[in-house]
């Protein structure tokens, strides 16, 4: 089991691996998704009170799950790679950041489509609204000081600080709508106990979980294979690795 | 030479101090920016001293935050180009505590001059006097949080050649929270309210960040510096 643990920790192996993993995530992913979207539009019984627009939970639920998961994803990774000193926790933490924000963003233009029809306006200065916000712009932070340096050895320790100290809006995040008064709703399927969405409603939008989790795990697969291979350019196994 | 750690922290905020006081028109710039940006609100808004009443607490607080973010820019750039801060993280001291001196004796010389500016700006935006003492004391403890984030943010971008906007962009959404509480309690006070969960609030957050940051400030300066 270390010696596997230790094995990731090595460009090439990481680069086959993300290879071979990448197809598999991506397509199960693709099927949950069709089958999530197809089943949570179309099939899903309407919501008594919100009729057709509660829907967008199906891509708004898994999008804001992983927009916040992606951020501990990278704090951790970063973490990893100041403490240890493995550069593939470096890309992986480079690697992290876009798909992150891009989540994020979605998260924000769904939310924000969602909430003209229901509270009859696109943006609120709601807390858990801002604390999303605050993440995307966390994540732009880390990006820009990570590019801001000539030395990207440099530009990913510093990033990777800066990821860390971001981890204190995680919790804000999850917790904002327990703590303030909130518009937004509160947890209603990641809650110990009784789940208090319909068995119907609910099967779509573990599968839309599930594939957006795939999902995001191939995309990252891909780009970390592509900031493997930018950041070991000089290595003579990138060269074979090329040439084959 | 062996200097204790307590000897070594006041010879170093008076060495900062001295500085700082030897450069008077870098003092002034930021407070004078601090007027500039509270005279402009009432230009751009309405001078209409009720409408003012609301929205100052708000009004103060930004003009506050982007003025001692403008010279955090310069916390450690000084020392790092002309190699002090080097010589100084080699002198044996700790350098998280060289680290805590230069940010608490900046917040001297920046934040808590604002604060004793910021009565001028409160009656200027039809603040009640009674609200000063609160206002006040809401700002010192901001501005001080503002510093140990802001020192991180400086300790990230020392090296780089325009690091001022990345500061910025680095540092603000870290001090939102502070901007919620610090203008809330600052509302609550014009209102005449108690502001006391506010301030415990803020308080706590300086705290916080007062045993924290230097840490990661000083993680941050050992990055940079190599």
Partial sequence: ?244 | MNVGPAAALSLLLRRELCLSFRRPDQLLQPLVFFLIVTTLFPLALSPELTLLREMSPGVLWVAALLASLLSMDGLFKGDSEDGTLEQLALSGQSLGLIVAAKTFAHWLVSGAALVLVSPLVGTALAIPVDAFPIMMLSLALGTLTLSWLGAIGAGLTVGLRRGSVLLSLIVLPLAMPLLIFGANATDRAIGGESAAGALYFLAALCVFTSSLAPLAATAALRITLE
Avoid at chain 1, 55 to 68: C, K, N
Avoid at chain 1, 226 to 242: D, P, T
Wanted: aromatic share 14%; hydrophobic share 55%; with cysteine.
């Fill in chain 1, 1 to 244: 089991m270390w010696t596997w643990f230790y094995r990731l920790a090595s460009p090439p192996y990481v680069y086959r691996v993300a290879a071979a993993f990448a197809p598999w995530l991506l397509g199960i992913a693709g099927a949950l998704i069709a089958y999530g979207l197809v089943d949570g539009l179309a099939f899903a019984p309407r919501d008594y009170q919100q009729g057709d627009a509660f829907r967008i939970i199906y891509v708004h639920v898994p999008a804001s799950s992983l927009s916040v998961m992606a951020y501990t994803l990278m704090a951790v990774a970063a973490a990893i790679g100041l403490i240890w000193r493995i550069k593939v926790a470096y890309a992986v933490a480079a690697a992290v950041a876009p798909i992150g924000a891009s989540f994020t963003l979605l998260t924000l233009v769904t939310g924000s489509l969602w909430g003209k029809p229901m509270w009859g306006t696109y943006w609120a200065w709601d807390p858990r609204l801002t604390s999303e916000l605050i993440l995307l712009f966390l994540y732009f932070g880390v990006m820009s000081l990570r590019a801001a340096f000539e030395d990207p050895n440099r530009g990913d320790r510093a990033a990777a600080l800066l990821a860390i100290v971001g981890v204190v809006n995680v919790p804000i995040i999850h917790f904002s709508v327990v703590w303030w008064n909130s518009l937004h709703q509160g947890a209603t399927i990641l809650k110990l106990g009784k789940p208090q969405i319909d068995a119907t409603m609910a099967l779509p939008l573990y599968a839309m979980l599930l594939g957006f989790l795939l999902f995001f795990g191939g995309v990252l697969c891909l780009r970390l294979r592509g900031e493997v291979l930018n950041r070991e350019r000089q290595a003579s196994w990138v060269r074979e690795a090329v040439k084959s």
